[in-house]
């Protein structure tokens, strides 16, 4: 089925572990995001890509990097994992930026716990 | 900065139902208002999008108003099943001159008893 695809979608980490959550789009879509969603603060960018090669921080980028080397994977890049990075992840896509009337596709999320 | 605000924050109604969902925002300058649907440990599911220039969406059961000038949108369910327990999420994507990505709100968390 297309869509949105994330793996893993269970993590444990220890303190200062790094990993990789990863993202996979199959609808030729050109902008991708990384969302993370905390009970009493909803969902908040962390960073975004409208493009192979692009990508910009968004709200809550601190401890993250992404790149974007190709149109269907956008992985997000945990250095050194804190417990402040325990939360839901949700990767989005989009035809573009400016979604029209398609609006935004959302993976079904990876659940972390930095312990 | 653009605030979305979800009322109520919970919400419980027997099967059958006509309810109303409210959504809120502090800046007018919007280019889109999506509503989506997140089962519990699931991810979002689109249920409506609503252009800036449109006043209102229709699917099914569900119609979704908004009122750009005002900064409020509603999601009307009929006939409520149990099969719409759910949280719903409201998200604005705004214009470019106030920024273009999406501002959610915390969400609706719906229960219809049988």
């Known amino acids: 089925n297309a869509g949105v695809t994330q793996t893993p979608k269970f993590q444990v980490l220890k303190t200062g572990q790094s990993m990789t959550l990863q993202c996979a789009q199959d609808m030729n879509h050109e902008y991708m995001s990384w969302y993370r969603q905390d009970p009493g603060m909803g969902l908040r960018l962390i960073h975004y890509?409208?493009?192979?090669?692009?990508?910009d921080q968004g709200e809550v980028p601190n401890g993250y990097n992404v790149s974007r080397s190709t149109t269907e994977d956008f992985p997000l890049r945990l250095l050194s994992a804190a417990p402040s990075q325990t939360s839901v992840y949700f990767c989005a896509s989009s035809y573009s930026l400016w979604t029209g009337n398609y609006g935004y596709t959302f993976g079904s999320g990876t659940r972390l716990t930095v312990v | 900065k653009q605030e979305v605000t979800q009322i109520p924050a919970a919400l419980s109604v027997p099967e059958g139902e006509n309810l109303v969902l409210n959504c809120s925002f502090t800046?007018?300058?919007?280019?889109?208002l999506q509503w989506f649907r997140q089962d519990p440990g699931k991810g979002l599911t689109s249920l409506l999008l609503?252009?800036?220039?449109?006043r209102e969406q229709t699917s099914g059961r569900l119609n979704a108003s908004l009122d750009k000038s005002s900064g409020r949108s509603t999601l009307y369910i009929a006939a409520s099943q149990p099969g719409d327990s759910a949280t719903y999420l409201c998200?604005?994507?705004?214009?470019?001159?106030?920024?273009?990505?999406?501002?959610f709100g915390e969400g609706t968390q719906l229960t219809v008893n049988p």
């Open positions: 890509s409208v493009g192979a090669g692009i990508t």
């Open positions: 800046d007018s300058a919007i280019y889109n």
């Open positions: 609503i252009q800036s220039s449109q």
């Open positions: 998200a604005v994507q705004g214009e470019e001159t106030s920024g273009s990505r999406l501002t």
